[in-house]
């Protein structure tokens, strides 16, 4: 479980919090509760599935960046992220030629900055981006985890490098904070190889210069084990790993083992905590005979020049399984402030998303459909990445409307 111990940037003050129970008082008919406990902690509970509210996007997107043919900064491959920008401008992360490209609100090319390299301002595999008040641009650049600072006409004005601290692979990205605040997610020593012991995370506050502030929470990753015939390390199918988002003055955590996100503020103390009805989690062989065979149509199969022993032993009935289905598989904070939560998708299921008001209230239910994964959500725009029939990558934005229902 999450840590209880978070803290000012004025040094570490220990609060505790005490779980009360959720929606006690009531009225039957309100889609969601909020108490408060002996800390003043807020603890909102909602039902989303008995809240017909939802969102769409447009039939076609207001904003297309991307070409199939052509050698310019339209052509992409490895989209990383994107992020709107305070005109209606757009900043592209391309991992393949280690740039970040800014278009104008029209789509044409402004700009690109960074490139293939480890000198100043260049990138060894950018990731993820912020975009700051002023438009200041915070990229991630990663192994070692660092940022790359620029302004928003591509001028490079620094390097911030988080101290005591080092990037895995399966860890979750943390963000930025305005004033250039970071939270990053590190691996913990020890856990994980025998399918019983979760790897842990560290969620760790940095200023920002990079000097460590404070540990925010300790949070359990997955369990890892090997299977004869195979050398490498593998999770049990439907395996929860914690998931963390920071923006703006928001840091939100879930652990993905129960629908709850608890929220931090900008001065990193607990604020709020957010659940929500999850019902049919258990995991049953149905689900797991469901997963093999859509496995095996993606891949393959045996029969296929690709199959591998790590193939073999995705579907090998060795392979532990969890319980529970995770209660989520990926989380974004918008620019407006809601709370965007990705439902892990089970056998057979499209995509989905479910959103919370800045208060903890349940927004609405999103289905961006196969091709579109969101990149950014803002008030009332969608910034995705599609992927058509032939892999050809584009940055779209559509318009993004709620229906109460």
């Known amino acids: 479980m ?46 989303p599935w008995t809240a017909e509210a939802h969102c769409a996007i447009g039939d076609d997107p207001i904003l297309s ?32 030629s280690r740039e970040v490209r800014v278009f104008t609100g029209t789509g044409a090319h402004l700009v690109s900055m960074g490139g293939r390299g480890e000198g100043p301002g260049e990138f060894g595999s950018p990731w993820l981006l912020w975009v700051l008040p002023g438009d200041t641009l915070w990229v991630g650049d990663y192994l070692p985890w660092r940022f790359n600072v620029f302004s928003a006409g591509g001028e490079f004005v620094r390097s911030v490098t988080p101290e005591d601290f080092f990037l895995h692979t399966l860890i979750p990205p943390g963000g930025v904070l305005d004033g250039g605040f970071s939270v990053n997610v590190t691996q913990a020593t020890g856990g994980g190889g025998d399918f019983a012991t979760p790897v842990n995370f560290l969620v760790i506050a940095h200023g920002p210069d990079g000097a460590v502030l404070d540990t925010l929470a300790t949070l359990p990753g997955k369990r890892l084990g090997s299977l004869q015939g195979f050398a490498g390390f593998i999770e049990p199918m439907f395996e929860a790993s914690s998931l963390v988002a920071a923006r703006s003055s928001t840091v939100a955590m879930t652990t993905a083992r129960e629908p709850e996100v608890r929220i931090l503020d900008g001065a990193f103390r607990l604020r709020r905590i957010i659940r929500w009805s999850d019902p049919d989690r258990e995991v049953t062989g149905v689900h ?29 009935d060795s392979r532990p399984v969890a319980e529970f289905f995770p209660t989520a598989s990926d989380l974004m904070i918008g620019r407006d402030g809601r709370l965007w939560l990705k439902r892990y998708t089970r056998p057979g299921e499209e995509p989905s998303w479910m959103a919370f008001q800045t208060g903890g209230d349940f927004y609405c239910h999103f289905r961006p459909g196969l091709q579109l994964t969101p990149l950014e959500f803002g008030a009332d725009y969608l910034l995705a990445l599609h992927r058509d029939d032939l892999e050809v990558e584009r940055v779209m934005m559509y318009d993004l409307t709620r229906n109460p229902g």
């Open 2 to 47: 999450m840590s209880k111990r978070c803290s000012t940037t004025g040094g570490a003050t220990a609060i505790a919090i005490a779980v009360a129970g959720c929606g006690d008082g009531a009225p039957a008919d309100r889609p969601s509760a909020m108490v408060k406990d002996s800390a003043g902690i807020e603890i909102t509970t909602s039902d």
């Open 65 to 96: 960046i991307g070409a199939r043919e052509g050698d310019g900064p339209q052509i992409f491959f490895q989209v990383r992220h994107a992020a709107r920008l305070s005109d209606g401008s757009v900043a592209v992360v391309d991992g393949s």
């Open 288 to 316: 797991v005979q469901a997963a093999h065979e859509d496995y095996i149509a993606r891949h393959g199969g045996p029969e296929s020049p690709g199959w591998s022993a790590g193939h073999e032993a995705a579907i090998s």
